[in-house]
T-cell receptor
Framework: DGGITQSPKYLFRKEGQNVTLSCEQNLNHDAMYWYRQDPGQGLRLIYYSQIVNDFQKGDIAEGYSVSREKKESFPLTVTSAQKNPTAFYLC????????????????FGDGTRLSIL | AQSVTQPDIHITVSEGASLELRCNYSYGATPYLFWYVQSPGQGLQLLLKYFSGDTLVQGIKGFEAEFKRSQSSFNLRKPSVHWSDAAEYFCAVGAVSNYQLIWGAGTKLIIKP
């Protein structure tokens, strides 16, 4: 079955450390997204990518970095510059329907919970 | 400004009772509207979507939603809730030319036995 795989499920970061969250999809979707979720705040967009080798900052990109070298993969690095990284991180993907020029729904992985040691 | 408002942070209903979760939006273009559900510690699952056409849309798990353009609303309904419906529900709005969604803050549904 096709889907989105996020790993690890739980991750702990030490002070000054960079950590990378993995997101892989086998849905052949064009666009991929990273969201941060904090209690009571809904989803906030960190970065998104519409095609390989291209990505754009979302609303809260500071302290994060991404790459999109393959269509299937969109890893997120939480750098030491992100002073409050404790949150639930969600990856999503989306198919661009080029025929009807409509956006299809975003599909989500099961998330990674990041905490500070 | 573009925004999505879910006025109720928490809603408590008895098992078997009907449910309505509210979603109001402010959006400049023709909106695409979505409802997602999230169980604790899990990702989001799409319940239903509205792109065009019939303003009453049916989704999975017995949910439906009605798009009311005049009221800028897209409320989610279910005639009879089950204990397994306890979760957090998110409304989102986007546009055909825009990859980005605008998300509501979510409504947590609590089911009383």
């Amino acid at each position: 079955d096709g889907g989105i795989t996020q790993s690890p499920k739980y991750l702990f970061r030490k002070e000054g450390q960079n950590v990378t969250l993995s997101c892989e999809q086998n849905l052949n979707h064009d666009a991929m997204y990273w969201y941060r979720q904090d209690p009571g705040q809904g989803l906030r967009l960190i970065y998104y990518s519409q095609i390989v080798n291209d990505f754009q900052k979302g609303d809260i990109a500071e302290g994060y970095s991404v790459s999109r070298e393959k269509k299937e993969s969109f890893p997120l690095t939480v750098t030491s510059a992100q002073k409050n990284p404790t949150a639930f991180y969600l990856c999503a993907s989306q198919l661009r329907d080029t025929f009807s020029r409509s956006n299809q729904p975003q599909h989500f992985g099961d998330g990674t919970r990041l905490s500070i040691l | 400004a573009q925004s999505v408002t879910q006025p109720d942070i928490h809603i408590t209903v008895s098992e078997g009772a009907s449910l309505e979760l509210r979603c109001n939006y402010s959006y400049g273009a023709t909106p695409y509207l979505f409802w997602y559900v999230q169980s604790p510690g899990q990702g989001l699952q799409l319940l239903l979507k509205y792109f065009s056409g019939d303003t009453l849309v049916q989704g999975i798990k017995g949910f439906e939603a009605e798009f009311k353009r005049s009221q800028s609303s897209f409320n989610l309904r279910k005639p009879s809730v089950h204990w397994s419906d306890a979760a957090e529900y998110f409304c989102a709005v986007g546009a055909v030319s825009n990859y980005q969604l605008i998300w509501g803050a979510g409504t947590k549904l609590i089911i009383k036995p």
